[in-house]
């Protein structure tokens, strides 16, 4: 069973400038998540969807920060314009309705300079 | 507000002896918890989970105990081998016994380092 893919795996970027993530989850997961990993920290929940719907995006800086789901599959998660404290793993999960378990992808280190 | 806590950034132990990882949670509404396991450059792995409604889970080389009245969990290793040697994160699923348990919030994460 193929995983969560991501892209970029690594992106650095000037502050000011916009930046774009891509996520393909597993198979039939209906559910998807992005999460922001700073560096020390545990990963931070930013946006919940269920199929193309957004259930919770009570922690996404709205101002600066937009996701989209792509007919209930593919998802992006964009920032602009990025701030120096936007540097961090941007972490993309999903996982079958119900399941206690979310499987993540292998991240994208963003670097604001 | 931090729900989750893992107070010890770093554990390091000799390989064959036991590692204890800790965990601490505010929330009494809690009723699942994970383990995860990250590799540098990788994304978390699911490692065990444990139900409130038990004390103790066993995976091979991994148990998780279950303290519900100290709000407190550990996960055991035995015996530790250099391979384990990652970082840590317990969490729980945000929407305590509702729906989309992969809501997930984490711990700070404890970096293990099992030396040969």
């Known amino acids: 069973e193929a995983g969560v893919a991501q892209s970029p795996r690594y992106k650095i970027i000037e502050k000011r400038q916009s930046v774009a993530f891509w996520c393909n989850p597993i198979?039939?997961?209906?559910?998807l998540y992005w999460y922001q990993q700073i560096l020390g920290q545990g990963p931070k929940l930013l946006i919940q969807f269920q199929n193309n719907g957004v259930v919770d995006d009570s922690q996404l800086p709205k101002d600066r920060f937009s996701a989209e789901r792509l007919k209930g599959v593919d998802s992006t998660l964009k920032i602009q314009p990025a701030k120096l404290e936007d540097s961090a793993v941007y972490l993309c999960?999903?996982?079958?309705?119900?399941?206690?378990?979310?499987?993540f992808g292998q991240g994208t280190r963003l670097t604001v300079v | 507000d931090q729900q989750v806590k893992q107070n010890s950034p770093s554990l390091s132990v000799q390989e064959g002896r036991i590692s204890i990882l800790n965990c601490d949670y505010t929330?009494?509404?809690?009723?699942?918890f994970l383990w995860y396991k990250k590799y540098p450059a990788e994304g978390p792995t699911f490692l065990i989970s444990?139900?409130?409604?038990?004390d103790k889970n066993e995976d091979g080389r991994f148990t998780v105990f279950l303290n519900k009245s100290a709000k407190h969990l550990s996960l055991h290793i035995v015996p530790s081998q250099p391979g384990d040697s990652a970082v840590y994160f317990c969490?729980?699923?945000?929407?305590?016994?509702?729906?989309?348990?992969?809501?997930?919030?984490f711990g700070q994460g404890t970096i293990l380092t099992v030396h040969p």
């Open positions: 969490a729980a699923p945000i929407n305590a016994g509702g729906t989309s348990y992969g809501k997930l919030t």
């Open positions: 929330n009494s509404m809690f009723d699942y």
């Open positions: 444990i139900s409130s409604i038990k």
């Open positions: 999960a999903s996982s079958p309705t119900w399941s206690p378990e979310a499987f």
């Open positions: 198979s039939g997961h209906a559910t």
